[in-house]
């Protein structure tokens, strides 16, 4: 599963397909309920969706569509079915069972057999089993990891920072309400804090330039004024030690435009570069090292150099007004998310797949 809480709604691939490696079968489930048109969930629970439910004319079943920032999107129908996680039972639980879509990375999905939506949305996985606090740490090497529903405590974890979330009840037309918004206020590349209005970080009265916690998307994307900041700053203070690619017209994943050739004889070693902080009311995020910098595959810029770029994009390429925190910054940081006290927790780096071995060892 897909854990993204950047999304409500929670589904499962339900219609047989070659690139995929799991589906769903609700034929085989006594216990799952497709939702119709009528039912009041349909009508009224889905409108914080960004696409809000529509009736299926041949079947009369909800119907769901959901696009992601990568464009790509899936559908299906609004269902219920009994989850277990753990020794929780949980019945009736809302999740969309999907049967077509159209994806960006079809040996990413081959991968997984569906979404767990964890933001604060009612339908969400954590809203509908009724728990107030989860944790999980992504692991660096190849984004699997671990998730904990309810309280964490160990002594292995070391001190967390805690950052509160903005909490919106005003609709605005371009504030996602049930994100996780946290208060970005600076950004430093070394020692350097760059030389920014405060203001630049702050909602606009339409709520464009809220800052998100992602799970669901790759990389950290800032808005306009404030990422051409951090990519001049990065680029002076890099010029010694960094070739950049000079094609302009080479922007990788069409947001991110600042990229590097980098000798191909030898693994690249970035532990000398500045780091990058993203500095939160209350809490600092440090990306540095190997988090900086993304190697491209099949680059296309010829050469015997490898390619790569800053993990950092622009928002405005990606076509959103807001600033987006994503999960590769979050690799190998214990992330704890706690709705009861309305905050967002960075624990200190965490070798994420040693954090499960110790869990299973505490079993």
């Given at each position: 599963?897909?854990?993204?809480?950047?999304?409500?709604?929670?589904?499962?691939?339900?219609?047989?397909?070659?690139?995929?490696?799991?589906?769903?079968?609700?034929?085989?489930?006594?216990?799952?309920?497709?939702?119709?048109?009528?039912?009041?969930?349909?009508?009224?629970?889905?409108?914080?969706?960004?696409?809000?439910?529509?009736?299926?004319?041949?079947?009369?079943?909800?119907?769901?569509?959901?696009?992601?920032?990568?464009?790509?999107?899936?559908?299906?129908?609004?269902?219920?079915?009994?989850?277990?996680?753990?020794?929780?039972?949980?019945?009736?639980?809302?999740?969309?069972?999907?049967?077509?879509?159209?994806?960006?990375?079809?040996?990413?999905?081959?991968?997984?057999?569906?979404?767990?939506?964890?933001?604060?949305?009612?339908?969400?996985?954590?809203?509908?089993?009724?728990?107030?606090?989860?944790?999980?740490?992504?692991?660096?090497?190849?984004?699997?990891?671990?998730?904990?529903?309810?309280?964490?405590?160990?002594?292995?974890?070391?001190?967390?920072?805690?950052?509160?979330?903005?909490?919106?009840?005003?609709?605005?037309?371009?504030?996602?309400?049930?994100?996780?918004?946290?208060?970005?206020?600076?950004?430093?590349?070394?020692?350097?804090?760059?030389?920014?209005?405060?203001?630049?970080?702050?909602?606009?009265?339409?709520?464009?330039?809220?800052?998100?916690?992602?799970?669901?998307?790759?990389?950290?994307?800032?808005?306009?004024?404030?990422?051409?900041?951090?990519?001049?700053?990065?680029?002076?203070?890099?010029?010694?030690?960094?070739?950049?690619?000079?094609?302009?017209?080479?922007?990788?994943?069409?947001?991110?435009?600042?990229?590097?050739?980098?000798?191909?004889?030898?693994?690249?070693?970035?532990?000398?570069?500045?780091?990058?902080?993203?500095?939160?009311?209350g809490a600092e995020m440090s990306v540095s090292g190997q988090k900086l910098l993304y190697r491209v595959i099949g680059s296309g810029l010829g050469g015997k150099d490898h390619v790569y770029c800053l993990t950092f994009g622009n928002s405005d390429l990606l076509g959103i007004e807001a600033f987006v925190i994503g999960h590769h910054h979050q690799q190998n940081v214990w992330m704890e998310f706690d709705l009861a006290k309305s905050r967002v927790g960075f624990g200190a780096d965490v070798r994420c797949d040693q954090a499960?071995?110790?869990?299973?060892?505490?079993?």
């Open positions: 599963m897909v854990l993204d809480t950047g999304s409500e709604l929670s589904w499962l691939h339900c219609k047989k397909s070659p690139n995929l490696g799991s589906v769903f079968d609700p034929v085989k489930s006594s216990t799952y309920s497709p939702l119709p048109c009528t039912s009041p969930i349909c009508r009224t629970r889905t409108r914080d969706l960004p696409i809000p439910a529509s009736c299926d004319p041949k079947s009369h079943l909800c119907h769901v569509a959901i696009s992601y920032a990568d464009a790509s999107s899936i559908e299906g129908n609004l269902a219920q079915e009994t989850f277990v996680i753990g020794s929780w039972t949980r019945p009736g639980t809302i999740f969309g069972c999907m049967d077509s879509g159209l994806s960006s990375n079809t040996e990413e999905d081959a991968k997984s057999t569906g979404l767990m939506g964890m933001n604060r949305g009612s339908l969400s996985f954590v809203n509908q089993l009724g728990f107030s606090k989860f944790s999980y740490c992504i692991s660096g090497s190849d984004s699997s990891g671990i998730l904990l529903l309810g309280d964490s405590s160990f002594s292995w974890l070391g001190p967390i920072q805690y950052t509160p979330l903005v909490l919106q009840t005003t609709p605005l037309p371009y504030f996602d309400r049930v994100a996780y918004t946290v208060q970005l206020e600076g950004i430093r590349v070394g020692s350097k804090l760059l030389s920014l209005p405060k203001s630049v970080f702050v909602p606009d009265h339409t709520g464009a330039g809220q800052t998100m916690v992602d799970s669901g998307t790759q990389f950290t994307f800032l808005m306009g004024p404030v990422y051409t900041a951090l990519r001049n700053e990065f680029i002076s203070q890099t010029k010694s030690v960094l070739k950049v690619v000079d094609d302009p017209n080479f922007v990788f994943q069409g947001t991110m435009d600042l990229c590097y050739r980098v000798g191909a004889l030898s693994r690249p070693d970035f532990s000398r570069l500045p780091g990058v902080s993203l500095v939160f009311r499960s071995q110790r869990l299973k060892s505490q079993d």
